[in-house]
C-alpha cells in the first residue's frame, strides 16, 4: 500500500496531492441522499482506492477522521499519510482527533464539571472573561453511579433506594442541575433512569453523526469518548469509542483534540458455535482469559470470523464492555446486518437507520458477509465452542474457573499465604463456614443489556421456585437492571414474579454492586468476617471483581452470568461443584442439581423473539431526561458561576487551577534530588486499590476526617459520591483496605515507612510530612500499574500528596494518560528490569536526573538509588508518552495548568493561542 500518489517521475504525498486538487472535499467528498435528506461524506474508497479493503475497520473510523481535518492540520495531514501507509506494523505517530460527543458517569462527571466550574472562578478572579469555559461538543451526564443498595430483596427496596440516594446526593444532584443550565452542550439524564452504558446502547448512540460544514451538511462516523472505562460496549454497533479519564475529557470538551497513538490492531477470529447451556457471559470470560494471556493492553482488538457475524447486538456488547478486563482500547465489531437489526429492535428512528445503513455502505465502514479480512497486527483465533458454564475470580476478571474447578481452586486457596495469592485463614468449624455465599446480585450492563441471559435467569428461577428452591437467608439477593426496559420485558414474559420469589427484587436502576455500593450485609455475615476470618463470597454477574471492590468484609468475589448468580444463590455458597452437588432439596426430599433447572437455548431464544419490539424502547426513553418526581422537585441554584457552599462536605471548590497560578512559570525540572519512596507494589496495582470506590469505613482517615466535619456515620456514603470533597480523596489515596504496600511487608492497607528512621504510619500522613521537608516522593510498581476502572482521581490523589513519578514496569493505557494529564511522569524501566531485579526495597535516596531531555527526546532517565549501607545501585528508566502533546503538557505542569495557560494567553491577545484548542486550527 502506498501513501503517494505517482505525478510523472515524481512521487507526490498525499497531503500535496490533495491540495493539488482542492483538498478532501474535491478528491474524496461524495453526495449522498436517502430519507434521511441531502448531505455529503468523505469516500474512504476514493481516498484510498483499492487499499481500503486492508485497512481494519476500525483505522477507517480514524482515516476518515483525520481526512476532515488534513487540509487545516499538519498533525492530521501526518497521522492521514501512516494510516494510508498501514502494513499491520503502526508507525510511530499520534493522531489527533475530533471527538463528536462526550459520555460521563456522575461519578467521574462531578470532578470533570466542577473543575470547569473552578476554572470559571479563576478567570473572573482575573477579570477575564469566561464564556470560553464551554464545552464545545455534546455531552451526556448519565447520573447512574450513586445508588446503594441499603435494602434488598423486598417490594419496597427500590423506593426506599431511590430515597436514601437523594438524601445523601441532594447537594450533589443541585450541581448537575445547575450545570444543565450553565453548559449549553450538556444534557442530564437524571437518576433511576439506568446505567451508562446501557442507556448509550440503547439510545444515545447514532452511529453515524451529522454537522454543517462550508460545503453543506457532512455525514460522518461517531467518535465518542467516555469518562468509563466500559464506554467500549457500544462497538457493539460499530460505533468506535473508548475510555479515558476525567482529565483528558476535560480536554476534549474544551476544543482540545484527543492524541492517541496509532495503535496495533489485533484481530480475533471467532469460529464454531456455542455449546448448549453455553452463555455468552462465559464466552466473555473465556476471551478474557485468552487475551490477557496473549498480551494486547492498549491495542485495538478487532472481532471478525463466522461467529462474530452470529453474534447479535446484545451479545457483542457483552464482549466489547470487558475490553478493558482484557487490556485493549476497544472491542470492535463493524457495522453489518446485525446492527440495522438491532438499531430497528431498540426503536431508533427510519431516517437515522436508514442514513447508518447507505452511508456505512457507500463509505466502506459496512462489512459484508464476503469481506476480505483486513491486515491485522495479528489473528488470534477463538473457537467459541471452547466456551463453558463458568466463573471468573475471586479476584480478577481474567481468572477463569470451570465450575468444577471453582470449588477446588477455593478450597485450595484457603490455606495459602496471601503472597501465593491465597487467603491465609485459618481452618473453621464455626456456624459460617469459608465459602459462605453474602452477596448474589444480577448487576451491571455487561449483562443486563442482553436480553437472553436476563431471560434465562428468570426462566431458572421459574424452576426452582416451582421445585420448592429458596435462597438462604443470609444471602443478599439484588436485581439492578441497565434500564427501565429490562424490567418491562421480565414483566411481559412475567418472570419478575420468579425472579422477586426468590428475593431478586428491582433495587434501583444504576451501577450497584459490580462498582462497590453492595450496602451493607447479613450482621451475623459481618462479624463472622471480622471476628472469626471467615472468608466470604460474593457472585455478581459484573465485570470486575478486584480486592475489596464488592464489599470490604467479602475476600472472594466471582463473576457470572446472571442464571449462574440466581443459582449460586439458591446454594448459598461458592464453593460447591453445581453439576454434580445438589443446590437444594425439593419439599418431598429430592436432590436439585444445575441441570434440572437450566433452560434451554430454544427456550431463551423463544422468549427473546417474544419481547424484542421497537415500541417497548421508544416507550421507555420518551421520557430520559425528565426523571422521578424526586429530580423534578429539586432545587438548584442559577447563573454562569457556582456559588461553593461553604459547609458542604460534598462540593469543595477543586485545587488545581489555584496551584496552577502558582507554577505557570516553573519549567519541569531535569533532576530531582534526595527523593523518597512513599509505596512498593507489585503487579496489577489497580485504581481501585488507588482509590477506592466503596463504603467508607469510620475507621479509615477518610472515615475519621467527614466524623471531624460533623457528618454522621449513616450519611458517609460510598468513596465514589466524595469525589467532589479533595480533602476525602486525599485521604483514600493508597488507602484501600486490601492494598499491599511491599514496604510493610505482608501488611495489608494504606501505611507506609517514612524515611529516614523507618516510622510505620498512614500513607497520607507521611506524604503531608515529606511534603513539609520539601522531599520529592515516586511510587515504585511492577507490571500492569494501574489497570482498571478509568477514574481521574487515582491521578489526582497521587499528585496532591505530592507524587513527581510512578516507575513501573509498564502501565494501562487510560491511567498513563491521567498521570501525564496531573503532570506525574510515568517512568518505565527497561525489559526485563524491575526493582526486585535490582534489590530496592523502598528505603532508598533516590536521584533522578536529564528528565527534562528525557521528556523532549526519550532518552533515558539516570535514577541513582542509595541504601543506608551506603551501597548505590543505578539503573535508567524511559518515559512512556503519547507524542508531543503529552510533551508539551508535562513541560506545561499537566492539563491544569496549561489550560489556563492558553486562556491568559487568549485573554493577552496571544497570536497562536485560543482558550478551546490550544493552538488554532
Known sequence: MSSSRSAGNITVPWTSFLKERGGVVAVAKQDLDGDFGACRFVDLRRLQEAAISTLP???????????????????????LEA????????????????????VLPDSSGLPALMDLAALRDALAEEGLPIDGVEPVIPVDLIIDHSLIVDRAGTAEAAAYNERREYERNAERYRFFKW?????????????????IHQIHLERLSNVVGRASGPDGEVVFPEFVLGCDSH???????????????????EAALLGRPYMVKLPRVVGVRLTGKMREGVTTTDLVLLVTEKLRSVGVVGDFVEYFGEAAAALTVPQRATLANMAPEYGATCGFFPIDGQTIAYLEQSGRSHEQIALVQEYAKASGLYREEDAPIPQYSAIIEIDVSEAEPCLAGPRRPQDRRSLSAAAADFNASLAKSKEDGGFAAASKSTATPHGTLAIAAITSCTNTSNPSVMLAAGLLARKARRMGLSVPGHVKTSLAPGSRVVTRYLAQSGLIDDLEALGFHVV???CTTCSGKSGEIAPALAAAAEEEGAVLAAILSGNRNFEARIHPQVRASYLASPPLVVAYALAGRINLDPQVEPLGQTDNGQPVFLRDIWPSDAEVEALVAHVGRPELYRENYATLYEGTALWRDLEAPEGPLFAWPETSSYLLRPPFFDAAKETLERALPDSLLNVRALCLFGDSLTTDHVTPSGAISPSSLAGQYLADQGVKERDFNAYTQRRGNHEVLMRATFANPRIKNLMQGVREGGFTRKYPDGEEMPIFEAARQYRWERTPMIVLAGRDYGMGSSRDWAAKGPA???????????????????????????????????????????SEIFTLSGIATSVQSGSPVEVVAEKADGKVVTFTVRP??????????????????????????????????????????
Request: charged share 20%; with cysteine; proline share 5%.
Open 57 to 79: 475497520y476500525s483505522l477507517r473510523i480514524l482515516l476518515e477522521n483525520v481526512a476532515r481535518a488534513a487540509e487545516e492540520d499538519s498533525d492530521a495531514a501526518a497521522a
Open 800 to 842: 496532591l500528596l505530592g507524587v513527581k513519578a510512578v516507575i513501573a514496569e509498564s502501565f494501562e493505557r487510560i491511567h498513563r494518560s491521567n498521570l501525564v494529564g496531573m503532570g506525574i511522569l510515568p517512568l518505565a524501566f527497561e525489559p526485563g528490569i524491575g526493582w526486585r531485579l535490582l534489590g530496592l526495597d523502598g
Open 179 to 195: 450545570a444543565q443550565g450553565a453548559f449549553k452542550s450538556l444534557r442530564v439524564v437524571p437518576p433511576g433512569m439506568g446505567i
Open 231 to 249: 464506554t467500549p460496549m457500544v462497538n457493539a454497533l460499530g460505533l468506535l469509542a473508548w475510555g479515558v479519564g476525567g482529565i483528558e475529557a
Open 508 to 510: 434501583g436502576y444504576g
Open 83 to 102: 494510516l494510508l501507509r498501514w502494513n499491520g506494523v503502526p508507525e510511530d505517530c499520534t493522531v489527533p482527533l475530533r471527538v463528536a460527543r462526550i
Open 880 to 921: 512512556v508518552l503519547a507524542g508531543d502533546s503529552e510533551r508539551r503538557l508535562l513541560e506545561d505542569g499537566g492539563i491544569f495548568a496549561s489550560v489556563l495557560k492558553d486562556f491568559l494567553k487568549s485573554a493577552a491577545g496571544g497570536p497562536d493561542h485560543h482558550p478551546n484548542g490550544g493552538t488554532a486550527t
